[in-house]
């Protein structure tokens, strides 16, 4: 590069310069008057400060040894249940439910689902119970009838109730009787 070239750059910077400063020195404008500022922080410094409530303290996390690992299983159970197949007879307890037996159709509902709604006497030692099932129709029963989802047979009809005894499992493979009641509405 020249000289002649450097000086002219250098003069095209200066007279850049020259525009620029003035145009930028305008933003910047001394003002003699401050009152209405004072006037601003006087009152902000009068006004009521709020206290900050401090940060809640936080325990420390404690981490927590479980000992019992080397302990019996907690779902194994103590003994060995009895299988009641291998005993000749059947069950445990002796109860069974009849499952090769044809289903009535009150068997079909829970026992939540029927209400007793009134009784018929026919004779001074037969007395019908009248039930309505989960649908709306009303049947009969009697002592020998059968009622909801656990076997339920009926084996006493009062005027004001129906009591049965169903046959449940006992939760060892065996079976046990559970006594329960439907009660007029």
Known sequence: MTTHSKRSGNRTLRGAVAVLLPVLMSGCVWIEDTADLRSFVAQEKQKKTVRV???PEFKPYHSFIYEGAS?????????ALINPDKIPGGD??????????EKEYLETFSLDNLKMVGSINKSSDTRWALIRDGKGEIHRVTIGDYMGFD???????????????EIISNGRGGWMNRPRSVVMD
Do not use: H, T, W
């Open 53 to 55: 409530e401090p940060l």
């Open 71 to 79: 302990m019996r299983n907690p779902f194994k159970p103590l003994v």
């Open 92 to 101: 445990v307890a002796g109860k069974k439910p009849d499952i090769d037996r």
């Open 151 to 165: 076997y339920g047979k009926v084996v006493a009809v009062n005027g004001d109730s129906v009591d049965l005894i």
